[in-house]
Every structure is written in C-alpha cells, then in structure tokens.
C-alpha cells in the first residue's frame, strides 16, 4: 500500500456517508463489490479511502469527503496509532506558524516542495513520515477553517480515536468543575492535565498543567496557545517529581488516574505533602487529593474527581477523617455512572478548601447525589456556599455523624431526608430495568444439537503451521513510565490497560484482534480478544495472535475459556499450557459462526457482574430509605 493510499476504518466510513456503523457492516454482507480490507485485523478492518470513495460514487451514498476530515485521514496513514499523538502535535506546530504569523507562511507556501521541507521550523517527530503534501494539506485547512477551529477538529478525532487510553475529561463535567471551582479569572493548576481538557474550560488568566505522558502535554501546550491561555505545561510524574514546588494557586482541578498502585508509597513515605496522613498503598486518588491541596493558597479550592469506592474503602478512612477534621473536604458530589472515563462506575467530586491559618473548622460538609444532573451539581454548591436553601437531591451532613469507624463518605447513604429521598432509589431501579434488558438481549441464540465428534486440532499445531504466534509477558516489568500496561486485573474486568511501563527491550506489544489469557486459569480472568493496539502485555499474561483469515480470534479465545472452564467454576488454579489446549477444525466461516456466540457470552457475563453491583445499591437504598421512612410500600 503506498502512503498516499489512507486508509479508513468502519467508523471513519460511517461518517463520510453519514450513516450508522450498522450501515456499514450491513454494506460489507450485502455487495459482492464492496472493497477489501487492505490493513487492521478481522476484528478492526481497514479499508482504503480512494476505493471506499469510488464505491459509495458507484452507489450513490458518496458525500463530498470535507479537508479536516481528508486530513485527519493522512495523518493516520503516515504513522502508527502509537505515534499518532506525535502526528498531531506536527499538525498543531503547522497550525501555530500559520496562527502566529500568516503573512510568513504565505511566503513558506511558495516555495518549492525540497524547500519547504528544508524551511519550516516545525520539527518532525521521529517515526513520523511528513512530506511537502502533508504540509500543504494541513496549512489549506487551517487557513480556510481557521487554525484553532482546525486544530481543535484534529484533536476532537485524536481523542474519539483513543478515548480509552487518553481518559479525556467529557466537556459537561469539566465545564461544571470548572463553575464550582470559580476558576474563570484565576491561576489554575492540573497536574494530572492529559491534553488539556480542563485548564482550556477553565478560563483561568494564568494555566499550569503537568502530565505524565510527554506527547499528551506537548498537545495540551499547543491547545492552550490556540486558546489563547497564558500557559506552562510539563511532562513528568507529579507525585515523583512535582514541576511546580512550592506554587500556591487558586485553584487546583484535576481528573487524576485512578486506581495506581505504583504511585510511589515507598518513596514518597515521609513527603511534607501528607498533612492528613500517608496515602495507604492502594489508596492513589488520596495522594492527589494532598497533592492538590499543597498547591492551593490558603481558602483556595480544589476541586477533584474521584471513584466512587474512595468515600468508603477501609484503609482511607483515617485520611477520610482528617480531612474532614481538618475542614479541608468541603462537598462530595456524586454524579453518574460513567461520567468519569477511568471508571465504569459512579464517580464523585471531593470539593477541598485549604483552611486560613486559626480558621475555626466547619461543622459540617455538603452532599449531593447529582447523577446526570450536572446543573444540580454547581446549584447545590453555590446554595452551600451562600446559606441558602439547598435543592432536592442535596443536603448537609454534620461532620461529627460521619466521623464513625468507617468515615463512610458515600453520598446515597446519606441523602434520604429530602423532600424527595426516593430519587435515588428511583433512578437505580430504572438503571437496573435497563441493564437486564441490556443482560437478556447480550445472550446468543444457542439451539440444541447431537453430540458429535469433531476433527481436533491443538494450538502448538497451528503455531507449527504459521496460524498462531504464541508469546508471554515479562515475569518482572517496571512500573514506573508512560507506556501504557496490560494487567492482569485489567484482563479479569475487562477494563482498558491501567498499568504503565517504560519502554525496554522483551515487551510484547499488543494489537487489535490478539488473544489475551491469563497464564493461571481459576484466578477469574477470561481470555480476551483485543479491541485496541499500543499497551504492552504485562506479567502472568499470555498472548497468542492468529491468522485471521484462518483462525478466528474470537473463536479461539471461547476453546480457551472452555478449556480452563472447569477451574474457574470449581475456584481452582492451574496454569495454563496454550500449546496442548485443543480446538475443533472447523472452516474460517464456521469459525466466525461460533466466535460470535462466544464474544456474545462473555459480554453476558459482564453484564451479569455489572448487574450484580447495581442490585446491591438498588437493595441498600431500598433498605434505607423504608427504614428512614423516606420510602413506603405502594
């Protein structure tokens, strides 16, 4: 495939026809001529652009390809997804020569392609393929678009493409924490700033961002220069090695990683930073939280989001307590599930303020059990901060009720004696109808059939055959880095890779459509098929990558799961060996027949664990509310 020949995916096809992602697979079943996929896997296609483009000409379904969009396409096609951020952050150092100085670029353009190349003052990252057309191509569209708006087009791509791994924070919850945190006007610090998301939506006269990834602060420096925001962003590890010591700002908003157990507690034991106490081990998000609250002045804000496990988890609750001692935890604010991209759960905003010296601590702190409402959210906060009436959904708890031997802070359990407690049950029971139709509707539609035997095969023969390539993560691996890590716990809940590593020698790289397994069945975790390219494969993991057009993942991934089967229901361990693991010889298409059956289990039974979570909540807050008398049987 030549460069210049981009290549698109089934959702990139589906915007370019204005259509649903159905249309498109439904496109690919139906017409004999419909192109062949010239890269990617069988799970995750890709297609050329120019044959994608005859062809919906051919069918009248063509709509003119707009340039942002031909753009975003080359940018892709001239790296690799790992590298792609670097791409970007090419196109916004165009985009900025362009902002900055129009009149130079004009001259640039004019110049033959050799000096063109030779004189513009964008360096090229490396493993970046840039040509003179590239060049030219973004520059027409940001001088027709406007840089920012094009820019911003880019990065709105950027971001829908790799949502999983960038954690972006959604716009209506930054624009709330922002409102809550009053930071329009202000000096405002993220230190766990991504690309930015936050410290634009903040309006602040003054923007300070560190983020751990180099190529996400390199895009978060050059939107906050589009945006006009007098900004410094550092990459690095805020908690090893905070960029801006000892600066007091006013304000701190931050969406910091969830769940990091390599976050330092060895090292960072005895840091000044731990006024209320050291972090436990597994306790990361109250290591931002003091993080945080070292940067602010004195009656400053930080407002923060937190997994909803972080109000109650044992080992936080002396933290838990002495922040509220301290008068530093002002509000919790739980919103709903999903709100927050690290977490498929319901996340919460702890709104901290940094005591004045000899302020007489407050007696009691705001809870709000906003869920969707995001305008419930800052209407409770300004009411708190302003002694007026609270809203429904809202309330004030004394400090001294919560400061139990748990310090369970978690909001549901606390908001029943509104005018209207039995929302929050309400609004569960809805989620919960919802998700076992969603848990019904995932099981596939199995008929019964004879037993019969079928011709066996076992995967060390297909890996002497070439249809198989069998590898193993690192028995040890680093966990300090900003490459992102395939866990073993991430395999277990089918989550999106939370460890990070360094690049070294001996990682395994993962790529869409690879069979992921744990080396030991019985620990809970199911083979996998990979969505997604870029992490590596960490410890106590297998990795097996097929031929596609000969074993299909999704097939072999259901013979793993059975294989091991009889552990995982019994709670026993064994380790797995892939090699002796047997599978039936069936065609490509029979294959396929069967890996869509198994692919449809497995989402049922991540559903079923996701129901088994939601009918807990739904069951205590039933419970509650009946014996508070804020709920009667009908």
């Known amino acids: 495939m030549m460069q210049n020949d981009v290549t698109v995916n089934a959702a990139d096809i589906a915007r370019l026809a204005d259509v649903g992602r159905a249309a498109v697979s439904n496109w690919r079943k139906r017409f004999e001529d419909f192109p062949r996929p010239v890269a990617g896997t069988a799970s995750s296609p890709a297609f050329s652009l120019i044959e994608i483009e005859e062809w919906l000409r051919r069918h009248d379904r063509y709509v003119e390809v707009a340039p942002l969009e031909r753009v975003w396409q080359r940018l892709r096609a001239i790296t690799d997804d790992l590298r792609l951020g670097d791409a970007v952050a090419y196109a916004g150092g165009l985009l900025l020569l362009i902002h900055r100085d129009p009149s130079g670029w004009r001259k640039l353009a004019r110049l033959d392609d050799d000096s063109l190349l030779q004189r513009i003052p964008v360096d090229v990252p490396a493993g970046v393929g840039v040509d003179a057309a590239l060049i030219r191509a973004v520059a027409d569209v940001g001088v027709a678009e406007g840089p920012v708006a094009a820019f911003d087009g880019i990065c709105d791509r950027y971001v829908e493409l790799h949502s999983r791994r960038l954690l972006a924070t959604p716009p209506s919850i930054a624009d709330v924490m922002a409102k809550i945190g009053g930071t329009s006007g202000a000096t405002v610090l993220d230190p766990a ?19 751990l990834n180099a190529t996400a602060a390199r895009l978060a420096a050059v939107r906050l220069e589009f945006h006009g925001s007098d900004g410094i962003v550092v990459d690095g590890d805020s908690l090893r090695a905070d960029a801006f010591p000892g600066e007091r700002v006013d304000v701190v908003i931050c969406n910091p990683p969830f769940n990091e157990r390599a976050w330092g507690y060895e090292e960072l034991t005895s840091d000044p930073r731990w006024e209320y106490g050291l972090p436990p081990r597994g306790e990361s998000e ?22 909803g496990t972080a109000a109650s988890r044992r080992p936080g609750r002396r933290v838990r307590g002495n922040l509220l001692r301290g008068g530093a935890l002002r509000a919790i604010i739980t919103l709903s599930a999903g709100a927050a991209p690290a977490s498929s759960g319901a996340p919460d905003l702890w709104v901290l303020r940094r005591p004045e010296p000899d302020e007489q601590p407050p007696s009691d702190v705001l809870m709000v059990n906003a869920g969707e409402d995001l305008a419930l959210a800052e209407g409770a906060w300004r009411a708190f901060c302003d002694g007026a009436d609270l809203p429904g959904g809202s309330r004030t ?10 310090v369970d802070l978690t909001t549901s359990h606390r908001v029943a004696s509104l005018d209207q407690p039995s929302a929050g049950f309400t609004a569960l029971q809805d989620k919960t109808e919802a998700l076992v139709k969603g848990v019904v509707s995932s099981l596939p539609a199995l008929a019964t059939a004879k037993r019969g035997d079928l011709p066996m095969t076992t995967i060390g023969e297909l890996a002497r055959a070439g249809v198989v390539t069998i590898l193993q993560g690192p028995l040890r691996i680093t966990a300090e880095g900003d490459l992102p890590m395939l866990t073993a716990k991430d395999l277990m809940l089918g989550r999106t890779p939370s460890g990070r590593t360094a690049d070294a020698p001996g990682l395994v790289r993962i790529v869409a459509g690879d069979v992921i397994a744990p080396v030991v069945t019985g620990s809970g975790s199911a083979p996998r098929v990979m969505a997604e390219s870029g992490a590596v494969l960490g410890p106590q993991l297998l990795l ?13 991934a259901g013979c793993l799961r059975a294989a091991g089967g009889s552990s995982i229901r019994l709670g026993s361990s064994m380790r797995l060996d892939p090699r002796r693991t047997q599978l039936p010889r069936l065609t490509i298409e029979e294959q396929r027949r069967y890996g869509e059956a198994f692919r449809r289990l497995l989402a049922f039974e991540d559903a079923t664990r996701a129901m088994r979570e939601m009918s807990e909540n739904l069951v205590a807050a039933g419970f509650d509310g009946l014996f508070d008398g804020t709920l009667r049987p009908e």
């Open 397 to 406: 708890v004394r400090i001294i009720d919560l400061l139990d031997e748990e």
């Open 544 to 556: 097996i990558r097929t031929d596609p057009d000969r074993l299909d993942p999704h097939f072999l």
């Open 193 to 211: 700033c991504g690309i930015g998301t936050l410290l634009i939506v903040s309006g602040a006269s003054r923007a300070l961002g560190q983020e």
């Open 286 to 307: 109250l290591a931002w939280v003091q993080h945080c609250l070292s940067h602010v002045k004195p009656g400053g804000l930080v407002v923060i989001m937190m997994p």
